[in-house]
């Protein structure tokens, strides 16, 4: 159609899926299982490959595809707990607890790395670094305030650009500096999902795709599970379902964990395929770009360095990949107007989940373990918490992980779906960018 944003042979599929679409496996449901595992992301995954490493049996179930949710969805940023250690901590958590939790979140990088080269997993990955532009000159000084913090807890260097050089990292006038961070990487996150499911079943583990877990209860030693094909018992459970730990319609596992998350809808378009020489020019070093706004952008090269993959939270209402991609546009072509007569030819979407304190988890309620909670930043974290996950449960842990067993907090009357609440509290954030904006 004329004038339309989409270009001839437009999907609404992920980009990633052309090159690394999640596999269906088939297989059955057995009636046992050493341990089981509820969710085929990249925790679930990791915890896997975990436990077999130690003389474990797992088996992993999900309900659709291994890996078909937010770990083939995402944008492929490989962070280094950058989000959890800016955070506010210390209030909560004191000084010592506060760097403890930040060191935690940090070791998720250099283990998300060892992984990827133990397990020969091919995924374009590259340690790239990140730049973090600022919205406005008051979130400059506050990355600056941070910066030497967040370098001191990563063990790698951060800097601070300011405008009047930020295109040494930005192929763009929009923001108003900000901070270069050596902690961060790129991958592709379709081919990781792959590779970590493949290396979880050369260990011995049992991927089991298209099987829903309705229920967990307690039967003597160990755990019932029903499913949507049948039951299953396990002596021990893990559920790492993250951003779909609810369905509307199918209700939870296990919905004390699906009322302490806040799952939320993120969207990636991504462009036509442009000159290796345009690539270059909007991302010097090809770093990986996340910005500082409530309602953020992020955004990269492909890893073939041909098109341009933006991502955010183009809508908080329930709207489809295609309906979201204008909204997504219009932001890629404010921050780079030379896009603007570029045609997109992907558009998608997935579910991340918060937390009401911004932290990740791992735990156990009642017996059931649990790992969940990446803050939108879970390609590193979410490897580290599955591990740590499984070191628990196999009672192999070496000391103790400070996002272990912390208060989890929820909300009066929150049963897991924010859908009504959502719109409200986004559109805010929305205006408190563009107010922040006009005053700056």
């Given at each position: ?10 999907q ?38 975990t ?7 797992p ?17 492929g ?50 340690r ?26 990563t ?19 929009l923001?108003h ?8 990487g ?17 260990a ?13 209860a ?15 018992r ?48 909007l ?5 990986m ?6 309602v ?57 989940a ?37 070191l ?8 103790a ?40």
């Amino acid at each position: 159609m004329a004038g339309s944003i989409f270009a001839a042979g437009f999907q609404s599929r992920p980009w990633w899926w052309e090159a690394a679409e999640p596999a269906a496996r088939g297989h059955d449901l057995p009636g046992t299982a050493d341990v089981a595992i509820v969710g085929g992301g990249y925790a679930g995954l990791s915890a896997a490959l975990t436990l077999r490493r130690l003389g474990h049996t797992p088996v992993v179930l999900d309900a659709e595809r291994i890996g078909w949710g937010a770990s083939s969805r995402n944008g492929g940023m490989v962070s280094g707990g950058l989000k959890v250690a800016s955070g506010a901590l210390e209030q909560t958590h004191g000084r010592e607890g506060a760097r403890r939790i930040a060191d935690a979140a940090a070791a998720s990088f250099p283990f998300i790395e060892e992984t990827i080269a133990r397990e020969g997993i091919d995924c374009d990955y590259v340690r790239c670094g990140r730049f973090v532009p600022a919205w406005t000159p008051k979130h400059y000084a506050a990355l600056e305030a941070k910066a030497g913090f967040l370098a001191e807890i990563t063990g790698l260097p951060t800097a601070m650009l300011p405008r009047a050089r930020q295109r040494e990292a930005l192929g763009s006038d929009l923001y108003h500096g900000g901070m270069t961070a050596a902690a961060s990487g790129s991958l592709h996150p379709g081919k990781y999902a792959r590779g970590l499911a493949a290396a979880a079943e050369r260990a011995g583990a049992a991927l089991v795709d298209g099987v829903r877990v309705q229920r967990i209860a307690r039967e003597g030693d160990g755990f019932r599970l029903v499913t949507d094909r049948g039951e299953i018992r396990a002596r021990a459970v893990l559920v790492a379902t993250n951003g779909y730990s609810l369905d509307k319609e199918k209700g939870a596992a296990m919905p004390w964990l699906a009322r302490r998350l806040v799952p939320l809808a993120s969207y990636i378009i991504a462009t036509e395929e442009l000159p290796e020489q345009t690539i270059d020019r909007l991302f010097p070093g090809r770093r990986m770009i996340s910005d500082t706004k409530r309602v953020l952008n992020y955004f990269r090269p492909s890893p073939d360095g041909t098109r341009v993959l933006w991502g955010g939270r183009a809508s908080f209402r329930t709207v489809s990949a295609e309906q979201a991609a204008p909204a997504l546009r219009a932001a890629m072509v404010e921050c780079f107007p030379e896009l603007a007569p570029v045609k997109i030819t992907h558009a998608w979407t997935g579910n991340v989940a918060f937390t009401f304190d911004y932290l990740p988890h791992i735990g156990v309620q009642e017996g059931i373990h649990y790992a969940a909670g990446c803050q939108g930043s879970g390609v590193a974290m979410a490897t580290w918490l599955g591990h740590q996950a499984a070191l628990k449960m196999a009672g192999a842990s070496n000391e103790a992980f400070a996002l272990d067993g912390l208060h989890f907090p929820t909300r009066p009357f929150y049963r897991g779906d924010p859908s009504l609440v959502l719109p409200v509290i986004g559109e805010w954030y929305r205006l408190r960018d563009r107010l922040d904006r006009m005053a700056a």
